[in-house]
Nanobody, 118 residues
Framework: QVQLVESGGGLVQAGGSLRLSCAVS????????MGWYRQVPGKQREVVAT???????SYEDSVKGRFTVSRETAKNTVHLQMNSLKPEDTGVYYC????????????WGQGTQVTVSS
């Protein structure tokens, strides 16, 4: 059984930093990408940062230059280093793994709350 377990969320003042981690247990074949999404009340979940199987990365415009996504392949872990945090970064952050070739599957963590106070 596959599980994604996130850690590292919390409350931080604007300008501070947090590091989110997501450990994947179980076997996921044909991983295409790993990444992080954010959801705030009343809005759809949106992608924040992703890292592909070739280690290329992509970021949502508002976090470019402040957030860094990375992964440890041997440990099946993905991280999100968040610096210079802003109140608008507040939300529930979900870890995601996308896998598959013809049929794509998305695996999700339970979410971790990040709150940035002004």
């Amino acid at each position: 059984q596959v599980q994604l377990v996130e850690s590292g969320g919390g409350l931080v003042q604007a300008g501070g930093s947090l590091r989110l981690s997501c450990a994947v247990s179980g076997t996921i074949s044909r991983i295409i990408a790993m990444g992080w999404y954010r959801q705030v009340p009343g809005k759809q979940r949106e992608v924040v940062a992703t890292i592909n199987s070739d280690d290329s990365t992509s970021y949502e415009d508002s976090v470019k230059g402040r957030f860094t996504v990375s992964r440890e392949t041997a440990k099946n872990t993905v991280h999100l280093q968040m610096n210079s945090l802003k109140p608008e970064d507040t939300g529930v952050y979900y870890c995601n793994v996308r896998a598959g070739i013809i049929i794509k599957l998305d695996y999700w963590g339970q979410g971790t709350q990040v709150t940035v106070s002004s």
